[in-house]
Each structure stands twice: as structure tokens, then as C-alpha cells.
């Protein structure tokens, strides 16, 4: 089944810094890349997904690119903001399958 | 338009002691699932289901069980409670095609002393 590996598990930027995430994925027959946000005591909430067949998705100040021959893909945030701070999740889905699997969650702590 | 909602939000467990957490989605969405999230461990997959009266094992279905016996309502079940089910529970459903975001309830904080 699939894997996913996410790093760091923590990360802390000094606001309006750029903050990466990193996600690989061990099945190369995923299609489906989200990434979720969950702020404190909150459910997850999708902010931007891509599909195999693009290699990089923007929305305003996030962006996510992908590697299929590397099967790794990168949640990019620029100009940080104190309400960025929260936990984010990567996920994988294989093409036809049912479930998602999600990789570990790196907490993004915005210093101000 | 409520989305996904859990019931309870907060309980506390005996050993041994049995409940059932209750997800209801009023998107009609197919796909169903229970996940259970640990610090450091991220959001791990219980059980699913892609359909009325269809259930699935996911990553760590052990010490659970769930139905599905009517397309808004996925149930996950305790039968004997132990500690190391302590954890937040969380639903989310999604669509079979196309956009296949998945939505999330507000999730389940459950202890078990």
C-alpha cells in the first residue's frame, strides 16, 4: 500500500519568511496530492491539492510543486503570517483507490 | 449546511467499557471514513467505506468496528475499550469522482482510564 513520509516534524520561521514542508510518497501509481491545514484544537481543512499531471498548483501565497520521477512533493508559503501557524498534513491517493493516506504533520510556528 | 458532524465531542472511558462515535454527512458523499490522530503519528485510517452497507479495513482497524446502514451515517464502535484507543477521533467524507476533497467533522476526543 501507499506511504508517506513528511519532514520536518517541526518547523519555525520568522514571520515573512518562506516555509517548505516536504512530503515523498512510495507508490508511484498515487494521482492525488492534498495538503491539509489544522489550526489548535480545530479539524483539518484542504488549502491546496494537485494532481499528477500538473507539476506545480499556486494560491496567492501558497504553492505546491510536485516530482513524479522523484516521488516527493513541497508545500511552499511565502510571506508568512502569524496565522499560519498551525500543523500541516500531506496526503496521497492512489488512482482508482478509495482511501488517503497521510503522512505525520509538521507543526509551522511563525515567530514574530 | 452542516457538512460533517460528530457525536460526542469529549468522552471519557472505563476499561473495557464500549461506545459507538456517530458521523453524519449531509453532502451526500459516498466515501466515509474514521481516522484516529496521535502526536507524532499524524492521521492514521481506521476503517472506511465507499458506500451504503460497504465497510473496509484501513491502516490499524484493530479493537474497532463500524456500519454504514444508511449513506449519511458511518458508526464506529468500541467493544472493549483500552487505554491505547486514547486519541481524537476524526470522520471525514468525501465524493467517489472528480473533486475528491475530503471533508472533516470537528473530531472526538476520547479518554480511556
Redesign the interface.
Known amino acids: 500500500g501507499e506511504n508517506v513520509e513528511q519532514h520536518p516534524s517541526t518547523l519555525s520561521v520568522q514571520e515573512g519568511d518562506s516555509a517548505v514542508i516536504k512530503c515523498t510518497y512510495s507508490d508511484s501509481a498515487s494521482n492525488y496530492f492534498p495538503w491539509y491545514k489544522q489550526e489548535l484544537g480545530k479539524r483539518p481543512q484542504l488549502i491546496i491539492d494537485i494532481r499528477s499531471n500538473v507539476g506545480e498548483k499556486k494560491d496567492q501565497r501558497i504553492a505546491v510543486t510536485l516530482n513524479k520521477t522523484a516521488k516527493h512533493f513541497s508545500l511552499h508559503i511565502t510571506e508568512t503570517q502569524p496565522e499560519d501557524s498551525a500543523v500541516y498534513f500531506c496526503a496521497a491517493r492512489l488512482q482508482g483507490a478509495q482511501k488517503l493516506v497521510f503522512g505525520q504533520g509538521t507543526r509551522l510556528t511563525i515567530n514574530p | 449546511n452542516a457538512g460533517v458532524t460528530q457525536t460526542p465531542k469529549f468522552r471519557v472511558l472505563k476499561t473495557g467499557q464500549s461506545m459507538t462515535l456517530l458521523c453524519a454527512q449531509d453532502m451526500n458523499h459516498e466515501?466515509m471514513?474514521w481516522?484516529r490522530q496521535d502526536p507524532?503519528?499524524?492521521?492514521?485510517?481506521i476503517h472506511?467505506s465507499?458506500g451504503e452497507g460497504t465497510t473496509?479495513k484501513?491502516?490499524v482497524p484493530d479493537g474497532y468496528n463500524v456500519s454504514r446502514l444508511k449513506k449519511q451515517n458511518f458508526l464506529l464502535g468500541l467493544e472493549s475499550a483500552a487505554p491505547s484507543q486514547t486519541s481524537v477521533y476524526?470522520c471525514?467524507s468525501?465524493w467517489?469522482r472528480g473533486n475528491?476533497?475530503?471533508f472533516?467533522?470537528?473530531?472526538t476526543r476520547l479518554t480511556v482510564v
Open positions: 466515501y471514513y481516522y507524532g503519528m499524524g492521521l492514521r485510517l472506511y465507499v473496509a484501513g491502516e476524526f471525514a468525501s467517489s475528491t476533497e475530503a472533516f467533522g470537528q473530531g
